[in-house]
Nanobody
């Protein structure tokens, strides 16, 4: 059974930093593409940062230059380093996994709340 679990959310002041972690189990980690998404109250879920199937990364326009996605295949972990946080970054952050070559993300975590105060 596949499990995706996020951690590391919390309350931080504007300008601060947080690092989110995502632990994936029950899957062949190297065969999956991982990504981070977020959803703020009253808004649609949006892409934050993802690994591309062919290699490399993609970031949402609003986080480029501030957030960095990384992964540790040996530990089945994905991370999201968030710097220069803004109040508009406040949202529930989700980690997700999809099979390489697939379009849809099949596995999602329960989310972790990030709140940025002004």
């Amino acid at each position: 059974q596949v499990h995706v679990v996020e951690s590391g959310g919390g309350l931080v002041q504007a300008g601060g930093s947080l690092r989110l972690s995502c632990a994936a189990s029950g899957l062949t980690f190297g065969s999956y593409v991982m990504g981070w998404f977020r959803q703020a109250p009253g808004k649609e879920r949006e892409l934050v940062a993802v690994f591309r199937s062919g290699g490399g990364t993609s970031y949402g326009d609003s986080v480029k230059g501030r957030f960095t996605i990384s992964r540790d295949n040996a530990k089945n972990m994905v991370y999201l380093q968030m710097n220069s946080l803004k109040p508009e970054d406040t949202a529930v952050y989700y980690c997700a996994a999809r099979r390489t070559g697939a379009i849809r993300y099949d596995y999602w975590g329960q989310g972790t709340q990030v709140t940025v105060s002004s």
